[in-house]
């Protein structure tokens, strides 16, 4: 998408305000760097927002992650790292929460993982179904999720899998970890389909997909983790009811995290890029359960 | 664990009550002003989400406490097309 020029078009604020919803939903850190070196040719309603962006990429991690995007299909963006031909690489696949975001804009999401240790994959489900339903026009449910992309991408190039999602995308994640063998599936902030609003959801949607899914799916040996934010209850009972329903998980406590979702808290407190290294990558989860941002 | 969603409001002053929390709870804009926080709290008074400071990110966090926290899923789209307190509260009643 050209931002700039779409801004230009913008003949009112709701007007401005979209185009700058699907540019935070879909640009990369390098994207949005370029677009605020350009921050002179933008509409000037539109530079605060572009400088906040950058502000908030800086504030997270420097240099800007080299990630490059392209699409797979709709609602499927695979941000490509830096790591040299044939080095180790993690896949990192990514499921949205509420307003198809990690909880915060795409980039700064992004910032917090290293480029050269791993490509990721966004969903974004158009639907709002929170993946119940998979993802319309490019996989029917998450089997054909999990086939798809080993079509799409080179899977044989990934030392490692890890899956994590946030809000409405985090069950949805610990369904999808086992299907490709990752070795953790992290949710955050997550909670149960059967829990959330979901307003577009036909009467014959099936809440408990997942669950099926398990069932009937491999053995794996995925680490399901289930965190949220000490500091927000509601998060704390959601998150602790998933787990019930997701044999062999584990919960993790995120202390002084106050905000639905874990991400955005962690960036109030300087720790994303840590947390996603540590407990995502690296599979180091703090033996009593509670990870000291 | 078998929670139904909550039923949707249909009454607009129940659900303009929630939209002024919705701003009140909003992590990226913290509303201080006191003539803008007497407003949010007053039935009878509006208040726009550009007065109240609400650029991109914010609206998008109201969304998602709107879904997550009160159980009403509101689009993006419906925060930009309603974009007052009153008119979104307006808006999700005559919805349902």
């Known amino acids: 998408m050209d931002v700039a020029a779409e801004l230009a078009r913008c003949e009112t604020t709701a007007d401005r305000y979209r185009v700058q919803i699907e540019a935070e939903n879909e640009l990369s850190p390098a994207e949005i760097a370029a677009l605020h070196a350009a921050a002179s040719e933008l509409p000037e309603p539109s530079r605060a927002w572009v400088d906040k962006l950058a502000a908030m990429c800086r504030r997270i991690r420097d240099p800007i992650q080299p990630f490059r995007r392209r699409a797979l299909g709709p609602g499927v963006s695979f941000l490509e790292g830096s790591a040299a031909p044939g080095a180790p690489r993690a896949l990192v696949v990514a499921f949205t929460g509420v307003a198809q975001r990690m909880m915060l804009p795409l980039a700064p999401f992004l910032q917090g993982l290293p480029a050269d240790r791993c490509d990721v ?120 009811l998933l787990a019930m329903t997701v044999p062999g998980s584990e919960v993790l406590v995120v202390r002084s995290v106050a905000l639905h979702g874990v991400v955005a808290g962690l960036f109030l407190r300087d720790a994303l890029a840590r947390f996603l290294e540590q407990v995502l990558l690296d599979g180091a989860l703090p033996a009593d359960g509670a990870w000291q941002p | 664990m078998d929670h139904q969603p909550a039923p949707p409001l249909r009454d607009a002053a129940q659900l303009r009550d929630l939209v002024a929390a919705a701003v009140r709870e909003n992590p990226v804009v913290a509303v201080s002003d006191p003539a803008l926080l007497a407003r949010l709290a007053d039935p009878a008074a509006d208040c726009s989400f550009d007065d109240l400071g609400f650029d991109s990110l914010a609206r998008m966090e109201l969304c998602i406490w709107m879904q997550v926290e009160a159980g009403l899923e509101v689009t993006e789209s419906e925060v930009l097309d309603h974009p007052s307190v009153r008119s979104l509260a307006a808006h999700l009643a005559a919805r349902g």
Request: glycine content about 10%; aromatic content about 6%.
């Open chain 1, 121 to 240: 994959v966004v969903l974004r489900d158009p639907n709002r179904l929170a993946f119940l339903a998979g993802l319309p026009g490019y996989a029917p449910d998450l089997p054909a999720l999990a086939a798809r992309l080993a079509a799409d991408l080179p899977m044989d190039r990934y030392a490692g899998r890890y899956c994590i999602g946030a809000s409405s995308g985090g069950a949805a994640a610990l369904a999808f970890g086992p299907l490709v063998g990752a070795r953790i599936a992290l949710s955050l902030g997550g909670l149960h389909p059967r829990c959330m609003a979901l307003r577009g959801a036909p009467a014959e949607i099936d809440r408990y997909v997942f669950e099926r899914l398990r069932e009937a799916g491999p053995r794996a040996a995925t680490r399901l983790v289930c965190a949220h934010g000490a500091d927000f209850l509601r998060d704390c009972v959601r998150s602790r």
